[in-house]
């Protein structure tokens, strides 16, 4: 599988993995898959766990776009917010102990890699983008309206 990247449109498809928030009844949820040109790139993002129609293991399609998608109600997760910020970091960290996954981590890249990340706000609900691939950046405008759907690869 590949991930898209173009102007204003993020769609990253692959093995949908879950874990407890700090919050109760809040998941938080990871996908992971690779750019079209070949760099690592992961998208997380927190929900109520009553409104996701997904379980640990599934494969899925995680879409961010200025568009507004078609969905099937009960079966696809939709929301609209607005992209509310894009920065460009130095990963710091190696993997430690035994966490599931680290929020805005990318644990395929090196210890000194460039990170570029791409955050948007669905009312309360975040989400996220990190990857080794500049061409994120110019995907969406801060404060550009945005959707966001999760459905079944």
Request: net charge negative; hydrophobic share 40%.
């Amino acid at each position: 599988m590949t991930a898209e990247i173009s102007a204003g449109k993020l769609e990253v498809t692959g093995k949908l993995e879950i874990k407890a928030s700090r919050i109760p009844t809040i998941i938080i949820a990871r996908v992971k898959d690779k750019t079209p040109s070949g760099h690592p790139i992961a998208v997380y993002f927190d929900v109520k766990d009553e409104l996701f129609p997904f379980k640990e293991g599934d494969e899925v399609k995680v879409t961010l776009t200025k568009d507004r998608p078609s969905f099937k109600e009960g079966e696809d997760l939709v929301m609209w917010g607005y992209v509310v910020f894009k920065k460009s970091t130095i990963k710091q960290n190696e993997p430690v102990g035994e966490e599931k996954f680290v929020e805005g981590d990318l644990e395929e890249a090196e210890k000194g890699s460039r990170l570029f990340k791409l955050i948007a706000s669905f009312w309360g609900f975040m989400f996220e983008a990190v990857t080794t691939d500049e061409d994120i950046l110019t995907a969406f405008p801060v404060m550009e309206k945005v959707y966001f759907k999760v459905t079944r690869a």
